[in-house]
């Protein structure tokens, strides 16, 4: 069985520092793996989408690597800044019929501080 | 312009009282998917629909049931809501044939008293 660990569980970092979140996996065996953000009492928005077959996605200050034969997942956010705080939530999608069944990570809180 | 819309936006019901969320979009997706988020904890896959067809979580509970009446809305009905019942619940949708990313409704945060 799938399993999605987040370390840390919260993160609290100055304005204008980088930002590493972390992501890992038991299964190798997966279709994509995605990054979300959620805010206090919201819903989920989807940030980056990695193939199984890439190694990286970028988004303007957002990059997210992918290193599936080592089940593992980062995502940069560079030059932080208080509205990137929320909480990160990675996801993988798993092979076979597993389309569009998300195993989701419990998330790293962010706090960026002025 | 939202694209998932989930109502209400929070809810509150008493122990046993049966509760309907609704959840509508306008992506014409021929898969929906409900999802549970309890606090602090990782979102959790209920059931989905792919057009008619239900697909239900070995794990979810049999009190937790669906209706896709139509291909823009679905629905979550909890007949008889229990205290570990109070989360947040996701609607979400996508295309099959695509396999790309899903997009979220915000969200319906329900608290059983």
């Known amino acids: 069985k799938q399993e999605v660990t987040q370390i840390p569980a919260a993160l609290s970092v100055p304005e204008g520092e980088n930002l590493v979140l972390n992501c890992s996996f038991t299964?190798?065996?997966?279709?994509?793996l995605q990054w979300f953000r959620q805010d206090p009492g919201k819903g989920l928005t989807s940030l980056l989408l990695?193939?199984?077959?890439?190694r990286e996605q970028t988004s303007g200050r957002l990059n997210a690597s992918l290193d599936k034969s080592s089940g593992r997942s980062t995502l940069y956010i560079a030059a932080s800044q208080p509205g990137d705080s929320a909480t990160y939530l990675c996801a993988v999608e798993g092979t076979t019929d597993s389309w569009g069944k998300l195993q989701f990570g419990a998330g790293t809180q962010v706090v960026v501080t002025p | 312009d939202a694209m998932v819309i989930q109502n209400p936006r929070y809810q509150v019901t008493q122990f046993g009282k049966p509760v309907t969320l609704s959840c509508s979009q306008t992506?014409?997706?021929?898969?929906m998917y409900w999802y549970q988020q309890k606090s602090s904890q990782a979102p959790k896959l209920l059931f989905h629909?792919?057009?008619?067809?239900?697909?239900n979580e070995a794990d979810t509970p049999d009190n937790f049931q669906s209706r896709r009446p139509n291909t823009s809305f679905c629905f979550l009905d909890i007949r008889s809501p229990g205290l570990g019942d109070t989360a947040m619940y996701l609607c979400?949708?996508?295309?099959?044939?695509?396999?790309?990313?899903?997009?979220f409704g915000s969200g319906t945060q329900l608290s059983v008293l």
């Open positions: 979400a949708t996508s295309f099959r044939q695509s396999r790309e990313k899903l997009f």
């Open positions: 990695i193939q199984s077959s890439q």
């Open positions: 992506l014409n997706h021929n898969v």
């Open positions: 299964d190798s065996a997966i279709y994509n």
């Open positions: 629909y792919y057009d008619k067809d239900f697909n």
